[in-house]
Nanobody
Framework: QVQLQESGPGLVKPSQTLSLTCTVS??????????WSWIRQPPGKGLEWMGA???????YGSPSLKSHTSISRDTSKNQFSLQLSSVTPEDTAVYYC????????RGQGTQVTVSS
């Protein structure tokens, strides 16, 4: 079974770049037709899809976030990453990585707080 684990800083200052990494086990990020996503949930709000990277390295982003979101991968480490630039307190959320393929799985999430 595929397992995902998010990692990154719990606290980021406004205007900085947030970098998160998702480490995947039990499956390869290059498995055909699998899509690896980042999702977040701000306090008191619903889930927001941020973007994804596909098995072939193609990337997709939410139109509302695309200008300051970047998703990449390291196939040698079986990891994919999120970079969110120019963060504001409104980017405070629990961030999840997930996969959609023959089945769906999501990590436990990591809390990120944007504050000076």
């Amino acid at each position: 079974q595929v397992q995902l684990q998010e990692s990154g800083p719990g606290l980021v200052k406004p205007s900085q770049t947030l970098s998160l990494t998702c480490t995947v086990s039990g499956g390869s990020i290059t498995t055909m037709y699998y899509y690896w996503s980042w999702i977040r949930q701000p306090p008191g709000k619903g889930l927001e899809w941020m973007g994804a990277i596909a098995y072939d390295g193609s990337t997709y982003g939410s139109p509302s976030l695309k200008s300051h979101t970047s998703i990449s991968r390291d196939t040698s480490k079986n990891q994919f990453s999120l970079q969110l630039s120019s963060v504001t307190p409104e980017d405070t959320a629990v961030y999840y990585c997930s996969v959609t393929g023959s089945s769906k799985h999501r990590g436990q999430g990591t809390q990120v707080t944007v504050s000076s």
